[in-house]
């Protein structure tokens, strides 16, 4: 046998070749594939935007169909079905290859549409227990959507065991067609049902469910020529041993039922407890599946025949992925509980961190996987390191510098991706936030791929299963700790262990087992490691810096912002990043008491604890800051150590003067805080509110206590000016009201037609063209909605709108539709820096009738244009660019041999050997390229 061709250092023979054309095959496709799946986030994003509807969407479909059925299905089948089934095929032909294929594929079908079954019925209880953090209008959503997308992920994991059996005769292209043909017939199901028929979510529940029968339809045509030898029934398995797994089976389901019953029992009526009882049910489940999972590998490793081999092997997967899927089931757990909208923007954080992985890596693994199966047959151990270590050294080549150049470039990346001007500023600083903390393990998440499909090979399916066991520890350490035992529970403090967890115990997992196989296979020689470390660590050190420069700048000289959709929220009736928000608060909303429109926050008091209030002050027309007067009151007397800071235009905190002993009274008297900055600020972007408890009981961790904001005054040179809350007149009474489960501003007037005006003289409307409300008239008669904007000239120009009976409806009216009031020439438009205030009044017949006028969601804004993903796009790409160009010259000035044999083997084996190549294809009488390589899979 022929050793290693050594001329150029990469792998050659037929075994290399092979590989990489299956890679790029698989890219090929997955380009198709990862459109798709862009387009798939995009569309959803678009039109559900980040809100609670994205949030059941991204629970349903990517937590519960994909990250279950899906990824468990690619955990545990193919890594068993394709060595299995190539074995079969060398040893005993395709007929008994066949019967195996036949006994799985049937099983599978049997077992995954049981599940869905199972899980049609007990949707309900699964979501409350999956989602505790989720209130009741998303519950609601979400088991409706559920249950129409279950009969799609029997699809999905027929399709992936017929993926596995493609992938055994070395077929790579249909599983790349079906998959990124599955994701563009979701999409275009989308904006049909969703966007078009008006279907909402359950559109695209039932767009999930086509795909994936598209899916499935193409897997198998690329088995079109194999088809024959299908057979339903169960050939490799008799009747008696089926009832014996049945019974077993059965056994693990009534233990777990046993330990649910008895879960309930103990916590019932102990609502405080809820965590800790939803935790409970996810963790009895696994001993179960372990148990049933032991036992299955104890009964069948002693058998020699291929369903026991098939039992064995899978017994260790179906431990470790059930370890897996706690893992990740209880992060989204703990997920739901950030505020509306931060669910979807961890999990559209973690789509584009994942797409160079799944691109090149997932695709790399794939395409090696048969080949390093026929290897570790033939004992070819040095081989087997040989390729191994050169794929490690190539994925940490390219995967280290992205990740750099992604943490350094998070914002522009997520509003290149996903902001079309319709995302909130809040939503992608978080989203920017979740990519930067998710790519830090990219590179360990690129070499998984590889390593994991190196075990398999080698059918060494416990050591991944036991690695994969300590990391899914470290995970539930890294959760538990700060939320459950430290108390970071609130909102917004569970967001940052929740993104962290994920990256930190995958990077623990990826090298134990590096080191663990090190230990089996010769791969990554000390000394020529190091030094390339090296060699690396200078390229991406100097790559750093030269992104840094570039974007500070090129940044500042592209006017992004002045095309970007622009937005001013006036109202919407409970509190949100661009009014007060709190960050640590257990709870926040709006409320009207005793006449008094106000911010209630509430806090768990602890030792040593500071809560922030944050307050938005962009677009208000501020004078210079002099001081801030804050209004406060609380339910009982508190004493405060509070003090302010102002956020100036360049994002620089500048503290006021302290109050380190401030008494606010019990009950509805307020308490008044004066705060002087140090000079007065020209220009604030924000006010940031610090609170720690001052009073004897700060060790008590139970109780909670309320913290109302009445009101904000800027004390400028020439004037107050009130900016909290909205200063609201209206005839009637006024309160804060849900409406089909959304909070409004609710105007009641026993008799005559209820008006509401809004003051907006300390907000900069300047370039608005557009204004955007909610409204409805609950239990009133229809009328007309009649909307007046008013001017500090006393000019007022007037709009009228039908309003719907009983339903939010929203309004979209161009402030060109808006005609000044008993004006001899109606052409006069408004100026929108010149709006004082809204007026919103109920017109009709029913003047002598009790009515109701409910508002939410006032805002102006102006739309963006196509300049603005022009410019984005020239933004990423110079700073991008540049960073690329450096690395690349360093790496090849430190001539760092990887990056050398890239081009030494491009030029000689990949451009001069192309016409040979063909040839080869050509005279294999159009199979695959891959088929006649077993001859030479000594070769690397």
């Known amino acids: 046998m022929p050793g290693p061709d050594n001329s150029v250092g990469m792998p050659t023979g037929q075994t290399a ?99 869905a079954l199972a899980g049609i019925i007990a949707a309900r209880p699964i979501v409350d227990t999956l989602a505790g953090g989720f209130e009741p209008q998303r519950v609601q959503l979400a088991v409706t959507v559920l249950r129409l997308a279950l ?88 009747a008696k041993r089926l009832g014996i797994e049945l019974f077993w089976a059965s056994a693990a389901a009534g233990v777990f039922f046993i330990f649910l019953a008895i879960i309930r029992s103990s916590f019932a009526g102990r609502p405080q407890l809820r965590k800790f ?68 923007d961890i999990l559209f954080a973690k789509k584009v961190g994942d797409l160079p992985t799944l691109m090149v890596a997932y695709t790399l693994g794939v395409a090696m996987f048969p080949f390093l199966c026929e290897m570790a047959v033939k004992k070819d151990r040095q081989a087997f390191a040989d390729i191994l270590t050169k794929t490690l050294l190539m994925l940490a080549l390219g995967f280290i510098p992205v990740t750099i150049g992604t943490i350094l470039l998070a914002q522009p990346v997520v509003e290149l991706v996903y902001d079309r001007g319709n995302w909130e500023p809040f939503h992608v600083a978080q989203t920017a936030t979740a990519l930067q ?40 350490v890294i959760l538990a700790v700060p939320i459950l035992l430290l108390k970071y529970d609130a909102p917004m403090e569970i967001f940052l262990p929740v993104a962290l967890s994920y990256p930190l115990s995958r990077m623990a997992k990826e090298i134990i087992l590096l080191f663990v196989l090190r230990a089996k296979i010769p791969i990554l020689p000390f000394k020529s490691t190091v030094i390339f470390t090296a060699r690396l660590g200078v390229s991406c050190v100097l790559m750093t810096v030269a992104v840094i420069m570039v974007e500070r700048f090129v940044s500042p000289r592209i006017p992004i912002a002045e095309h970007r959709r622009w937005k001013v929220q006036l109202d919407n009736a409970e509190p949100a990043p661009a009014s007060w928000f709190s960050r640590n608060a257990i709870s926040q909303h709006a409320a009207i008491e005793d006449g008094q429109r106000m911010v209630k926050l509430s806090f768990r008091k602890r030792a040593g604890r500071t809560w922030v209030i944050e307050r938005d002050l962009k677009n208000l027309r501020l004078p210079p800051i002099k001081s801030i007067q804050l209004t406060w009151r609380s339910p009982e007397t508190r004493n405060l150590d509070v003090s302010v800071n102002l956020v100036d235009s360049s994002g620089r905190r500048i503290q006021t003067a302290r109050d380190e002993e401030l008494l606010i009274l019990t009950g509805p008297t307020e308490g008044a805080g004066v705060f002087t900055p140090i000079s007065p600020i020209k220009t604030a972007t924000g006010a940031i509110i610090e609170l720690s408890w001052t009073g004897e009981e700060a060790a008590d961790s139970k109780n909670e206590f309320e913290f109302d904001i009445i009101e904000c005054v800027i004390n400028g040179e020439d004037d107050e000016m009130e900016i909290d809350p909205p200063d609201w007149d209206y005839r009637g009474e006024c309160a804060i009201a849900a409406i089909e489960e959304q909070p409004g501003i609710l105007i009641a007037s026993e008799q005559g037609n209820p008006f509401a005006e809004l003051d907006v003289e300390s907000h900069d409307l300047s370039g608005s063209t557009m204004l955007r409300f909610k409204a409805a008239s609950p239990e009133s008669a229809a009328s007309s909605l009649k909307v007046e904007l008013l001017t500090a000239d006393g000019k007022s120009f007037q709009n009228d709108a039908a309003l719907i009976k009983n339903v939010w409806t929203q309004f979209d009216l161009p402030l060109s539709s808006f005609k000044l009031a008993d004006a001899v020439a109606d052409k006069m438009s408004v100026d929108p820096s010149k709006i004082s205030e809204i007026r919103f009044s109920l017109t009709g017949d029913s003047a002598n009738l009790a009515q109701n006028l409910a508002l939410t969601s006032i805002s102006f804004y102006r739309p963006g244009d196509v300049l603005y993903e022009v410019l984005k796009v020239i933004r990423i790409a110079i700073a991008s660019g540049v960073g690329a160009m450096v690395f690349f010259i360093s790496i090849f000035a430190l001539r760092t041999p990887e990056a050398l044999e890239i081009v030494v083997w491009i030029r000689n084996r990949g451009w001069k050997m192309r016409g040979e190549i063909k040839k080869r294809a050509k005279g294999s009488g159009g199979e695959s390229p891959n088929a006649s390589a077993s001859g030479a899979m000594g070769e690397p």
């Open 277 to 344: 009882e939803h935790l409970s049910i996810m963790l009895a489940a696994v001993p179960c599946v372990c148990l049933w999972g032991l036992w299955l590998w104890k009964r069948a490793g002693n058998k020699q025949s291929v369903m026991a081999r098939f039992a064995a092997l899978m017994a260790p997967l179906v431990i470790g992925t059930a370890l897996a899927r706690l893992r990740d089931f209880t992060t989204y757990y703990f997920q739901s509980y950030t505020p509306e909208g931060v669910y979807s």
């Open 437 to 476: 903390i998710y790519v830090l393990g990219l590179v360990c998440y690129a070499a998984e791929h590889v390593l994991m499909q190196s075990f398999f090979s080698m059918q060494r399916m416990w050591w991944p299963s036991v690695v994969g066991v300590i990391a899914t520890v470290i995970h539930f």
């Open 17 to 115: 070749q092979g590989i990489i054309r299956g890679m790029f095959v698989l890219i090929f496709f997955s380009v198709f594939l990862r459109l798709g799946g862009f387009l798939l986030n995009v569309t959803v994003g678009s039109i559900f935007g980040s809100g609670a509807e994205s949030d059941v969407y991204f629970f349903v479909c990517q937590t519960l169909i994909y990250g279950f059925f899906y990824a468990s299905s690619m955990k545990i089948l193919t890594p068993v079905i394709v060595p299995l089934f190539i074995q079969q095929l060398n040893e005993k032909g395709e007929a008994a290859a066949w019967d195996f294929a036949n006994t799985v594929l049937n099983l599978v079908v049997l077992i995954t549409g049981a599940m």
């Open 151 to 238: 009969p799609g992920a029997v699809g999905l994991v027929l399709s992936f065991v017929l993926f596995s059996l493609l992938n055994s005769y070395k077929i790579f292209s249909y599983p790349g067609a079906a998959e990124a043909a599955q994701k563009l017939v979701w999409v275009a199901c989308v904006i049909l049902l969703s966007k078009i028929l008006k279907l909402g979510l359950p559109g695209a529940a039932v767009g999930l469910l086509i795909g994936c029968c598209v899916q499935v339809v193409i897997a198998m045509a690329g088995l079109r020529n194999k088809l024959t030898l299908y057979r339903p029934g169960l050939p490799l398995v008799r």
